[in-house]
C-alpha cells in the first residue's frame, strides 16, 4: 500500500489533482461547494456563476485524468447547478450511468416554497462497457419479501431504484405534501387503478452503497472535497484505500482524527437496511419528545423544525447552519 495514499491531504484539489499520477484512481465521490452561500470556515460559496462553472470545469477535468480507464465518477450536487454540471461532466468525457434523486428527513421547513429534501447524485463512468458495478454488494428487501410473502421473490432481494430513501419506512410521515419530493407509487400491473397503460455530513450508508457498487476491496477511492471525511472513514472501513482533498486545516484535522478513531472491517454507522432493522417512527421509540423537552429548558424559541442537527454545529467557524437552511435565505 503506497505510503500516499490514506490520509487527507490538506490544499486546493485542482492542484493536488493535477499531482497525482495519471489514470491512478478507482473511484471518485465528490460533495463540491453548491455555490449557494454556505458558510464553510475558508471556502467563500458565492461565486459568480460563470467563476463557479470554470472552476467546477477544472476540477472535473482534474477528476478525470486521474480516472482509471475503468474509473468511476459520483457527484453530489444541489438543484441549482445540478443541470449545468451534468452536462458539463458529460462534455468531459464522462458517461451517466444513473440519476439518483436522495430524499432526505430533517431539511429545514420553508414557509413561502416547497421545503427541499432532496439533492441529486450522478452516477458517472468513462466506459460503461467496462466499469465496476457490483450489484450483489447493495440488494436490498424487495415488497415481495418483506410485505406480501411471495414465493416468486428473490431470496438475494433487488436492486435499490434511483430514488435513494435512507428511511423508507418512514415514507408516511417523509413525503409531505409541502416538500419537492413527492412520492406517489407506480400506478403497477395489480392496481385497481392501473388502465393498462416513477449540513453537509453524508450518511454513511449512502457512502457505503456507492463505494460498495463501484469499487472493490483494496482498490482507491478519492474524494476531492473531503470535509467531514464521511467518504475516507466508510472506503476504510470498507477495506479501500483512500485519499481526500481539502482548504480548510481545521477540517483536515477532524477529519484525521475521525479517521484514526475506526477501523477496517468496522460497522457502518447508521441502519444498514432500514426497512428489516429498524422499527418504523410509529412504532420506535420517541426520541422527538425527549429532544422537545430538553430544549424547551434549553431555548424556549426554539422549535423542532429550525433545529439544526449535531453533525452541522461541530464547525470551528461558520453560521451553523445546514446546506439547506442556506439554500432556504437565498432562495426564498
Ligand atoms: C460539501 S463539503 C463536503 C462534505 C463531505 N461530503 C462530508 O461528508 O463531510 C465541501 C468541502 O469542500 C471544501 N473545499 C472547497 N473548495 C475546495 C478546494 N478547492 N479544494 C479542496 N477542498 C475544497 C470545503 O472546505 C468543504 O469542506
Redesign the pocket.
Known sequence: MPREFNQIVQ????ASLAQLPESSVDLVFA????NIGYD????KDRKKPNEYLAWSRQ?IKGVRRALKPTGTFWL?IGDEYAAELKVLSQEIGFTCRSWVVWYYTFGVNCKYKFSRSHAHLFHFVVDPTNCTFNTEAIRVPSARQLVYADNRANPVGRLPDDTWILRPQDCVDGFQAEEDTWYFPRVAGTFKERAGFHG???PEQLLGRIIRSCSNAGELVL?????????LVVAKKLERNYLG????ED?VKRGTERLQKVQPGDRLEGAPEPLVSAPNTANGKSLASKVRKKKVVANPDQTEENATPASQRAGKKGSGKS?SESQQNLFE
Do not use: K
Not at 490544499?11 to 485542482?14: A, E, L, S
Not at 464553510?40 to 471556502?43: A, F, L, P, R, S
Not at 474524494?223 to 467518504?231: R, W, Y
Open positions: 490544499g486546493d484539489c485542482v460533495d463540491p461547494p453548491f464553510y470556515d475558508v471556502y476540477w453530489a453537509c455530513q453524508m474524494d476531492p472535497f473531503s470535509g467531514s471525511a464521511t467518504t482533498f481539502e482548504l480548510s477540517y446546506r
